[in-house]
């Protein structure tokens, strides 16, 4: 089979998962800075991951502040919270990212997280020169209509690498659905977080680490 190119997802794929503690943190500083002193729970989970521009605005409404500033208070204060982590080991690389050395093709990456984190996270743990591109969240609200589910950070991606085929791995059905409606093929990742994960989308490949990548990434076809 083979593909052009290989685009993977970064927290998750490449990197561990970050701790949900550090999202609840980062989302109550981000309410304290702009003078929430006593968010409630339910906001602060909200703000935490897998924010919504409707929540988003309901929230802001209540409050009374503005939706762009609290969001980029949030971001700021979750890249914040991760590049601590980083620093303390508690959130890295897995160890079968070396193997991308074998990889012949061009590399992207597409994250939901912010891009500040992402790149902070490849410089220090020098993983950077795997990828030719990297693309992830700006910390604007617009960001979030372009976030997967969305496929317009894949697309991004395919533009920069000049390719129109592409394999997308990631952990999440949001990464399915993004490379489907991109029109790529997608690769589901059984990290240990998703061994035992139920989808309601159907990924094309279903592979446990990034050995399993690797080797459809280089099937050529006709090499049988």
């Known amino acids: 089979m083979g593909y052009e190119s ?3 997802d970064n927290d998750g794929v490449l990197l561990t998962l970050t701790d949900m503690d550090a999202h ?8 304290e800075e702009l003078g929430v002193v006593s968010p409630s729970t339910a906001h602060v989970e909200a703000m935490s991951i897998g924010v919504t521009v409707p929540e988003l605005t309901d929230i ?3 409050y009374d502040i503005d939706p ?3 969001f980029r208070a ?3 204060a979750l890249t914040a919270v991760q590049r601590a982590l980083i620093r303390a ?3 890295q690389p897995y160890a079968d990212v070396s193997v991308l050395d074998r990889l012949d093709c061009p590399l992207g990456v597409v994250s939901s997280n912010q891009l500040d984190t992402v790149a902070f996270a490849f410089e220090h743990f020098n993983i950077g020169h795997y990828f030719d591109t990297v693309w992830a969240r700006e910390p604007t609200v617009e960001s979030l209509h372009r976030k997967k589910p969305q496929p317009y950070y894949i697309e991004r991606a395919m533009e920069d690498l000049g390719v129109s085929d592409a394999l997308f791995v990631g952990d999440n059905e949001s990464d399915i659905e993004a490379a489907h409606r991109a029109g790529i093929d997608s690769a589901f990742i059984r990290r ?7 989808l309601d989308v159907t990924p094309d490949h279903d592979v446990s680490g990034l050995e399993d990548v690797v080797q459809l990434a280089s099937r050529r076809s006709g090499s049988d």
């Open 6 to 8: 290989v685009i993977f």
């Open 24 to 31: 609840y943190v980062g989302a109550r500083q981000a309410f």
């Open 60 to 62: 802001c409404t209540q």
């Open 68 to 70: 762009e500033r609290l």
């Open 74 to 76: 949030r971001d700021e």
């Open 89 to 91: 080991g508690e959130k």
């Open 192 to 198: 240990p977080h998703r061994t035992d994960t139920r």
